[in-house]
């Protein structure tokens, strides 16, 4: 089953740190502060501080057809995880 998540999420970097926000439209939270982005090679992981707490984000990061993607992601909140992915918007 598809986790029903639907939702634009913006990483910035700023000089060698990042930051962002993450907007679910399932969940209806917009505005969830993203930090503690690390990059290591092919991965990133991140957190996102939300209305529902805390949550653990991770996946590898590719360049397919000249577009950044994050696959095989996962997310991870106490007992409780599931899949994304993510394209780069022009």
């Known amino acids: 089953m598809q986790d029903p998540w639907e939702g634009e999420f913006v990483l910035k970097k700023e000089g060698s740190s990042y930051s962002g926000t993450l907007d679910d439209v ?9 930090d503690d982005v690390e990059v290591s090679g092919d991965r990133v992981k991140f957190k996102r501080y939300g ?5 653990q984000w991770e996946g590898t990061l590719k360049e397919q057809g000249g577009r950044l993607t994050i696959t095989d992601g996962r997310w991870t909140k106490g007992g409780e995880s599931g899949t994304f ?6």
């Open 26 to 34: 399932f969940e209806g939270t917009f505005g969830d502060k993203i």
């Open 51 to 55: 209305r529902f707490g805390i949550q």
């Open 85 to 90: 992915s993510a394209e780069k918007k022009k």
